[in-house]
T-cell receptor, first 109, second 114 residues
Framework: KQEVTQIPAALSVPEGENLVLNCSFT??????LQWFRQDPGKGLTSLLL?????REQTSGRLNASLDKSSGRSTLYIAASQPGDSATYLC????????FGKGTHLIIQP | NAGVTQTPKFQVLKTGQSMTLQCAQD?????MYWYRQDPGMGLRLIYY???????DKGEVPNGYNVSRLNKREFSLRLESAAPSQTSVYFC?????????????FGQGTRLTVV
């Protein structure tokens, strides 16, 4: 059974810092990996999708990498802003999406 | 630009009552999903519909039924609600299940069973 782990569970950093969120998964037989953002009381917003054949994807200040063989993905956020405060979820796609429990990120002004 | 729309947004039920959660997508996606989100448990798949006319159980299907009404709509029914079904329910859709293209989520239904 696929298991997805996100480290750290919570992170608080000052505004302007670059930061890395980690995601690991146990079964490398995946179609793709997706990073989401969830604001309190809201739904999930898709940030980046990395196909299994890709190594990374970039969108603005966000960069996600994928190392399928080692079962790892990272989400890099450059020049963090208070508006980046949210919970970040990674999900691997095989038979449906399997989610990690998320990293709760707080960017201090 | 509606995407995935869920109704209702909030609901309080008494134990034993029934209700149906509605979901509709306007992206012409083939696959639709129902998840529940609980503190400390993350998101777990309840049921999915890989294509119109098919439905399959996910990780936590007990106590739920689903109907894929047409390509746009996928409903989740609780026949006899229990306090353990207190949760936030999310509907999602994607273009294809097998290739599991990008998934899009609704805003959620917050259900409390008392």
């Amino acid at each position: 059974k696929q298991e997805v782990t996100q480290i750290p569970a919570a992170l608080s950093v000052p505004e302007g810092e670059n930061l890395v969120l980690n995601c690991s998964f146990t079964d490398s037989a995946i179609y793709n990996l997706q990073w989401f953002r969830q604001d309190p009381g809201k739904g999930l917003t898709s940030l980046l999708l990395i196909q299994s054949s890709q190594r990374e994807q970039t969108s603005g200040r966000l960069n996600a990498s994928l190392d399928k063989s080692s079962g790892r993905s990272t989400l890099y956020i450059a020049a963090s802003q208070p508006g980046d405060s949210a919970t970040y979820l990674c999900a691997v796609c095989a038979d449906g999406l399997t989610f990690g429990k998320g990293t709760h990120l707080i960017i201090q002004p | 630009n509606a995407g995935v729309t869920q109704t209702p947004k909030f609901q309080v039920l008494k134990t034993g009552q029934s209700m149906t959660l509605q979901c509709a997508q306007d992206m012409n996606h083939n696959s639709m999903y129902w998840y529940r989100q609980d503190p400390g448990m993350g998101l777990r798949l309840i049921y999915y519909s890989a294509s119109e006319g098919t439905t399959d159980k996910g990780e936590v299907p007990n106590g739920y039924n689903v109907s894929r009404l047409n390509k746009r709509e996928f409903s989740l029914r609780l026949e006899s609600a229990a306090p353990s079904q207190t949760s936030v329910y999310f509907c999602a859709s994607s273009e294809l299940f097998e290739k599991n293209t990008e998934a899009f989520f609704g805003q959620g239904t917050r259900l409390t069973v008392v």
